[in-house]
């Protein structure tokens, strides 16, 4: 089966542009994490579902970030006015435990802010 | 809020030679995660610990969770090329919603 998919894999932009990141985890997975990793960081939480609500968002830096998942499945994480700060590689996770074991990485979405 | 630290930020080995990186949370831990991120890939599950002082082994690595829950290790017997890469620990907090913490990682570095 597929693993986790995130598109695009690279998206640059101008600062003050809005932006959306789209992850499709690994099917029938119910938890499903979003984090952000900068160069020589370790992955920063910024939200976590759990079907289709957020069970906790307290990761996200701002209210120029949001994230959705309507269906329980693929989750887009909003970034509205974006700022050179947010240059990033943007990682989704799914994890089919009720997200409490493994977490299955996707590729990652590098956003550049110029 | 929970914090993991880990230690050191670079290690550079030669090849044959043994490797570990250590991991502190400021708070106890319901169980860590060890992941590997190869350079321009994404982080890959390698191990769960759950238990207090558990010991795990995969050929040539072993993983200790601390008595306490709060530390934990990775070791990493003759080195070889294939193991260069950042070695990320992951701690959770059950109850509620469990969110694991990753540390900043230990990335690796062998010369052959």
């Known amino acids: 089966g597929a693993g986790v998919s995130q598109t695009p894999s690279n998206k640059v932009t101008e600062k003050g542009k809005y932006v959306e990141l789209r992850c499709d985890p690994i099917?029938?997975?119910?938890?499903l994490y979003w984090y952000r990793q900068s160069l020589g960081q370790g992955p920063e939480f910024l939200i976590y579902?759990?079907?289709?609500?957020?069970?906790?968002d307290s990761g996200l830096p701002n209210d120029r970030f949001f994230a959705v998942r309507p269906e329980g499945s693929v989750s887009t994480l909003k970034i509205q006015r974006t700022e050179r700060g947010d240059s990033a590689v943007y990682l989704c996770?799914?994890?089919?435990?009720?997200?409490?074991?493994?977490?299955?990485f996707g590729e990652g979405s590098r956003l550049t802010v110029l | 809020g929970q914090q993991v630290m880990q230690i050191p930020q670079y290690q550079h080995v030669q090849e044959g030679e043994d490797f570990t990186t250590y991991c502190n949370s400021s708070?106890?831990?319901?169980?860590i995660q060890w992941y590997k991120q190869r350079p321009g890939g994404h982080p890959v599950f390698l191990i769960q610990?759950?238990?207090?002082?558990e010991v795990k082994k995969q050929k040539r690595l072993t993983f200790q969770f601390g008595e306490a829950k709060k530390n934990s290790s990775l070791h990493i017997t003759a080195t070889q090329t294939t193991d260069v890469g950042t070695y990320f620990c992951?701690?959770?907090?059950?109850?509620?919603?469990?969110?694991?913490?990753f540390g900043r990682g230990t990335s690796l570095i062998v010369h052959p």
């Open positions: 708070t106890t831990l319901s169980n």
């Open positions: 610990l759950v238990k207090s002082g």
């Open positions: 996770a799914s994890s089919g435990q009720g997200g409490t074991g493994e977490l299955f």
């Open positions: 992951a701690g959770g907090v059950r109850g509620g919603s469990y969110i694991p913490t």
């Open positions: 579902f759990q079907g289709t609500g957020a069970a906790d």
């Open positions: 099917s029938g997975h119910t938890a």
